[in-house]
């Protein structure tokens, strides 16, 4: 098997700079944002978006972070083994806002559905968008990221590691079980 | 997990994953929508051979909070009355798609029975059986002790180096039992106290200390003090000489109440017999966590269900 490199963690961290101010771009600053990420690395990703926007535009109202868990909501649970769920934290209510959700690697889409679903039990956001580090292609859901940190075309037999310090001690971005033929 | 008999069974991985799980339910009950989707069209049977209103509706409300179909079956009026056996009673429930029932039973050992028959593919969950194990009610306590001690910080945590002190009818208490394997497993020292009366012939096995003296187990400044209640429907023989005897020499009264160390705290598992075991004083201070016990019962119940009821269970 062959493991290939695609994003090191200095392009990890140009992409989610770059994520952070596309997030401002679109929602004319921090005003109601609320940044949610999506459980294990999702989580770690939103917090780093929201220090970033915290940086850009220290003037602006603390932009709100958590995490959102979607295990109960998920269509496979009657086919895969018991799934642990991971805490949910909805930092106070989410009517009317902007909500992100983040997510380390965006494929079938079905994790977003799931998401989507979950969110509605806490609240109505105004508007939901996705941010996503790696868009690997795939989907089998009418579903899409607005704010892509790259874009990597696979085929289903590959595997993408995402290794986030705050969870696995470092950071890289990898294809495994590529070539083939 | 396929089915939940016994805490004893229980490693300290499962029990602290169910805990883990169970403080995610909790938080379900402070949002806007107060309902998983999760268990969408299963059924779950809630099977009760024995009265109990307290412990029928606390699965039934977790039942009903991961989105299942409740099933209520009790023994009263039921085709039980009529003389069905329990082979019986357990097919018809698998002919009509049951995916989970949760069983109370007189006897010791008929959730074990179900488990194990073939009779019916569903999860088995003990509610209670005979004077042999409780397990949620246990998980619950554990869940309770856990919550108070280590507040948002206790995911992932055991209960080690707590001690805890058990108070009543040893002899009959499942609750006790399931306590003291669960306590034992979680890292928790329990002290059991009661009349000699009421403590089985032989507790060699047993990983607990016994004694007979409440007052000097009162000194000692348990962290947990866990009143049981005395069951008058398994009063059945001279045990103590009359109940004002019992309560004297046994019951958390107001002096032992005030007496007790100011971080303990005071469990009961319900229903209380206020003035029997247990003063209105200590079952409505502070201290007392017999409220919270009946909410995180269903955040127990919810994990449980939600272990035994989701993934494939072909694959087990």
Not at chain 1, 64 to 81: F, I, K, W
Not at chain 2, 55 to 64: C, D, G, L, M, V
Request: proline share 4%.
């Amino acid at each position: 098997m062959t493991e290939r490199t695609v994003l090191t963690q200095a392009d990890i961290t140009r992409a989610l700079t770059r994520i952070s101010h596309e997030i401002l771009e679109s929602n004319r600053g921090a005003e109601n944002l609320v940044i949610l990420g999506i459980p294990t690395r999702g989580v770690a990703l939103a917090q780093r978006i929201a220090e970033i926007i915290r940086r850009i535009e220290p003037a602006s109202a603390a932009v709100r972070v958590g995490s959102l868990d979607v295990t109960m909501y998920r269509d496979d649970l009657a086919h895969t083994r018991t799934r642990t769920p991971a805490p949910t934290q909805v930092p106070g209510s989410i009517d009317g806002a902007t909500v992100v959700l983040v997510d380390d690697v965006l494929y079938s889409g079905r994790t977003i559905r799931a998401a989507l679903d979950a969110l509605g039990d806490h609240g109505r956001p105004r508007v939901v968008r996705l941010a996503v580090l790696v868009d690997r292609g795939h989907r089998e859901l009418p579903i899409r990221a607005d704010f892509v940190g790259k874009n990597l075309p696979t085929a289903s037999h590959e595997r993408i590691n995402v290794h986030v310090t705050e969870v696995d001690g470092d950071e890289f971005v990898s294809i495994e079980g590529g070539a083939e033929e | 997990m396929r089915h939940l008999l016994s805490t004893k069974s229980l490693t300290r991985d499962e029990a602290i994953t169910l805990l883990d799980i169970a403080e995610d339910m909790a938080d379900v009950a402070n949002r806007e929508v107060k309902k998983l989707p999760t268990l969408r069209g299963k059924t779950v049977v809630n099977l009760f051979f024995e009265d109990s209103t307290r412990t029928r509706i606390s699965f039934e409300a977790a039942a009903k909070r991961l989105s299942a179909d409740v099933i209520n079956f009790s023994a009263k009026g039921s085709s039980v009355s009529k003389g069905e056996s329990l082979k019986d009673t357990a097919q018809t429930l698998a002919a009509m798609g049951a995916d989970g029932v949760v069983i109370r039973h007189p006897a010791s050992g008929a959730p074990q029975v179900l488990a194990g028959s073939g009779w019916i593919d569903a999860g088995i969950i003990n509610a209670g059986d005979g004077t042999h194990e409780h397990p949620t009610q246990a998980l619950l306590d554990a869940f309770t002790i856990r919550r108070r001690l280590h507040g948002t910080a206790s995911r992932g945590r055991g209960l080690d180096g707590v001690t805890v002190t058990i108070v009543g009818d040893i002899l009959h208490s499942r609750v006790a039992r399931s306590n003291l394997w669960l306590l034992d497993t979680l890292g928790a020292q329990v002290t059991f106290i009661a009349p000699p009366t009421l403590v089985p012939a032989d507790t060699s096995a047993w990983p607990a200390t016994i004694g007979y003296d409440l007052d000097a187990a009162i000194d000692a400044g348990p962290d947990v003090v866990m009143m049981l209640r005395i069951q008058a429907e398994r009063m059945n023989a001279a045990f103590f000489p009359n109940s004002r005897e019992y309560s004297r020499r046994w019951g958390l009264d107001d002096e032992r109440f005030a007496r007790l160390s100011s971080h303990s705290i005071v469990m009961h598992p319900g229903p209380m017999n206020r003035g029997l075991e247990i003063s209105s004083a200590a079952a409505d201070s502070e201290r007392s966590t017999v409220r919270e016990q009946v909410a995180n019962g269903v955040s127990v119940r919810m994990a449980a269900l939600y272990l035994l009821l989701s993934g494939d269970r072909e694959e087990h």
